[in-house]
């Protein structure tokens, strides 16, 4: 496909879309109820099902009767943990083989020039971006976050915590998942962007400064912790364990899509899918931008942090930088000011 039938590539290799990112269309004044079903639609299908059809294996499948699970010996934890971890290595590998080791779409919608690959550095470990974030996303994000799993549906098996059997509850809590995990990510991810927390922790993932599919839980110990504990809010919901599975396989295999670095995924010569991968990658180059997972509801918009990928959306962002500069000298923060 011709990618600048879509978008522009500036004289180092970078592609933008030509598409301002879009926002859900609520939350402000142009309330739409064809714009709200469309965007609903959406938000019962693309990445959301996937992420489902994954945790109805997990579940029916893989994972052990609660019997078992009410019981904390190391059987059935490692075998979730084992389970955990070969369907994100066959899940990020994918993406990984596809774009960056056989690179079958070349550079076409790629919005960063170069492939990580091509730039080693001191900043990773062996001064390689890849096997740096590979290590840090399967050997320590991924036992942090089974961790937290395992305990989670020990404490429900077990009758620790309120479990529900409601059906229309569990919908209910099926629906919120993606939008609890949202809103859990914004506001720990706004945390880890305070100055010191920033420099100790949530550095090591904004290392890869140019993502790919292994970055997306290349993180510092605290920072998993702090990713996974959005399951620790099922404890107060009355919850259930397959929610718990659902919210865990939201946040582990969703943290792909944002770490794509593509725009659209060629599936045929003329036919491309949307990746939804752009809202996170601007974080990755601007770091005090969107903080959300992918802007499926509008945080962002509503505490003035967001950019929509155009270059009225890089004006606005130097101007919040150029006026947070001036409001304090003294503190001077990580944020940098873009050069053209
Ligand atoms: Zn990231
Ligand atoms: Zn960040």
């Given at each position: 496909m011709d990618d600048l039938?879509?978008?522009?590539?500036?004289?180092r290799g970078n592609w933008r879309p030509n598409d301002a990112l879009?926002?859900?269309?609520?939350?402000?004044?142009?309330?739409?109820?064809?714009?709200?079903?469309?965007?609903l639609l959406g938000y019962l299908t693309g990445w959301n099902l996937v992420f489902l059809a994954i945790?109805?294996?997990?579940?029916?499948?893989?994972?052990?009767?609660?019997?078992?699970?009410s019981n904390l010996s190391w059987g059935w934890p490692l075998r979730l943990l084992a389970i955990n971890f070969a369907g994100i290595f066959l899940f990020y590998g994918a993406f990984?083989?596809?774009?960056?080791?056989?690179?079958r779409q070349e550079r076409r919608f790629k919005y960063n020039g170069k492939f990580p690959a091509e730039q080693p550095s001191d900043v990773f470990w062996f001064r390689s971006q890849n096997l740096d974030n590979f290590l840090r996303s399967m050997f320590v994000t991924l036992p942090i976050g089974t961790v937290i799993e395992v305990l989670m549906l020990w404490a429900f098996a077990a009758g620790y915590l309120p479990m529900t059997t409601n059906p229309v509850w569990i919908a209910v809590l099926i629906f919120a998942a993606?939008?609890?995990?949202?809103?859990?990510?914004?506001?720990?991810?706004?945390?880890?962007?305070?100055?010191?927390?920033y420099k100790w922790c949530h550095s090591v993932h904004h290392n890869s400064i140019n993502p790919s599919p292994w970055s997306s839980m290349s993180m510092h110990p605290?920072?998993?912790?702090?990713?996974?504990?959005?399951?620790?809010?099922?404890?107060m919901l009355w919850s259930n364990p397959f929610v718990v599975v659902w919210q865990w396989n939201i946040a582990a295999f969703g943290a792909v899509v944002g770490h794509i670095g593509?725009?659209?995924?060629?599936?045929?010569e003329d036919r491309a899918v949307q990746s939804h991968a752009y809202a996170h990658y601007l974080h990755h180059k601007y770091f005090e931008v969107n903080y959300c997972d992918d802007g499926m509801l509008p945080w962002d918009k509503w505490f003035g942090t967001w950019h929509d990928g155009t270059p009225?959306?890089?004006?606005?962002?130097?101007?919040?930088?150029?006026?947070?500069?001036?409001r304090s000298r003294v503190a001077q923060n990580n944020a940098e000011v873009p050069a053209e």
């Open positions: 039938a879509h978008g522009t590539r500036d004289k879009g926002l859900p269309p609520f939350g402000g004044s142009d309330f739409r109820p064809g714009a709200v079903a469309k965007w945790t109805l294996v997990w579940w029916f499948v893989l994972l052990p009767p609660m019997e078992v699970m990984e083989l596809r774009f960056y080791a056989m690179r993606p939008i609890l995990h949202e809103a859990h990510f914004f506001f720990a991810h706004r945390a880890m962007h305070l100055p010191g927390f605290v920072e998993a912790f702090l990713y996974f504990a959005s399951l620790f809010w099922h404890a593509f725009d659209r995924m060629e599936v045929t009225e959306g890089d004006r606005l962002m130097k101007e919040r930088f150029q006026k947070k500069k001036a």
